[in-house]
């Protein structure tokens, strides 16, 4: 079954053909990170604007590539919710009108699931159930993944995704955005130990994380540094900053492996691509016996790709939309309004 799939939730324009959830005959990014980085994080009134002029010509370069015609598609997947809700909008009405005029089903996919489907691209192997931790630009989440489309949310940030922070706290060091990238980079130059970050315990549940407190820290160690004229030592403090993300993500994450008992563990997102990040879950698993399953970093970010992996199984499962199928700035990822 080839599944045309669209992502335009926030700064990338993406389409893809993927064949039975696993094989991506294409992968087609049109990315406006350069225009956005102008104004130091995404404007989205540019950002829908920009996918109203990408997506119709990025879909037939998609089928040219694969070289396939608009009758070998058999389904159309898009990514419904979260996101920017005008950039959201352009992808599920572009959708909707290639459902509408090729008569092929529309299935929904939540962005986040997507995510976690990267890695069915990635693993042909994997099958649920597996646990999930979701790092990205707006959300940190661990997932049991029980099923392709049954899901419980264990724990999560109770205030600022992962993704944010970074951003914010290379946006505050200089660093272009998004800023996750850049101060990885740097970080690995640099000392963990170099500053002393908290490390916060969020109430509880023994899953869920705060980052907040973190990001603070660090912007307020940056201020008053730049206000006595000191100098901060920038790879050292990306380093212990990416260790202190790293260790609140880690401790739980291990934790709720240790409680399902799953030997399976998937990471996924755009944070998923930090290096420090899958360095400390790849020993920390190993230490109790747990697979685990990192997507390459060109699956980690937003693509069309991981929408046409997920929009199988959720077209097997029934999920398919009509017309009056709508987009969400908020949706959880088990499908309920937030
Ligand atoms: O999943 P994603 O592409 O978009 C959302 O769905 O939010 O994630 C984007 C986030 C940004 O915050 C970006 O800075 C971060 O992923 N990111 C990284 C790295 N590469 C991208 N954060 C830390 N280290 C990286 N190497
Ligand atoms: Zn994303």
Redesign the pocket.
């Known amino acids: 079954m080839n599944i045309l799939a669209i992502e335009s939730?926030?700064d990338?324009t993406a389409v893809a053909i993927v064949a039975d959830g696993r094989t991506v005959l294409t992968d087609c990014i049109a990315s406006q990170v350069d225009l956005h980085r102008i104004y130091g994080g995404v404007v989205p009134e540019i950002a829908s604007r920009k996918h109203i002029e990408a997506i119709y010509a990025l879909a037939d370069q998609a089928l040219i590539n694969a070289n396939l015609t608009r009758g070998d598609i058999d389904a159309v997947a898009v990514t419904y919710a979260p996101?920017l809700i005008g950039a959201v909008l352009v992808g599920v009405n572009f959708g909707k009108a290639v459902s509408l005029a090729m008569d092929k089903p529309l299935i929904p996919v939540h962005?986040?699931r997507g995510?976690i489907a990267a890695n069915y691209i990635a693993y042909p192997e994997l099958k649920p159930p597996f646990l999930c931790l979701v790092?990205?630009?707006?959300?940190t989440m661990i997932v049991d993944v029980k099923d392709y489309t049954q899901m419980e949310i264990l724990g999560g940030t109770l205030d600022d995704?992962?993704?944010?922070c970074?951003?914010k706290v290379?946006r505050v060091l200089g660093m272009p955005y998004?800023?996750?990238?850049a101060?990885?980079?740097a970080a690995q130059q640099g000392n963990p130990e170099g500053y002393v970050l908290p490390r916060a315990k969020a109430g509880e549940n023994p899953y869920d994380m705060s980052f907040s407190g973190l990001k603070t820290a660090a912007l307020n160690l940056i201020h008053n540094a730049q206000q006595i004229g000191q100098e901060v030592n920038i790879n050292d403090l990306c380093a212990s900053f990416?260790a202190a993300v790293s260790d609140t993500l880690v401790l739980r994450t291990m934790a709720a492996l240790e409680q399902t008992g799953y030997k399976k563990l998937a990471v996924a997102?755009?944070?998923?691509?930090?290096?420090?990040?899958r360095r400390d879950v790849l020993s920390a698993a190993e230490k109790i016996g747990a697979k685990v399953y990192l997507p390459p970093?060109s699956l980690?970010?937003?693509n069309a790709a991981m929408i046409g992996a997920q929009g199988y199984y959720e077209f097997l499962s029934g999920n398919v939309a009509d017309m009056s199928l709508n987009a969400y700035a908020t949706k959880s990822i088990l499908g309920e309004a937030i």
Do not use: M, R, W
Not at 161 to 164: D, H, I, L
């Open positions: 939730s926030c990338e996101g962005h986040i995510h790092v990205s630009g707006g959300h995704a992962a993704g944010e970074f951003d290379g998004p800023g996750g990238a101060l990885d980079k990416c997102g755009g944070v998923a691509a930090n290096s420090v990040i970093l980690c970010g937003d």
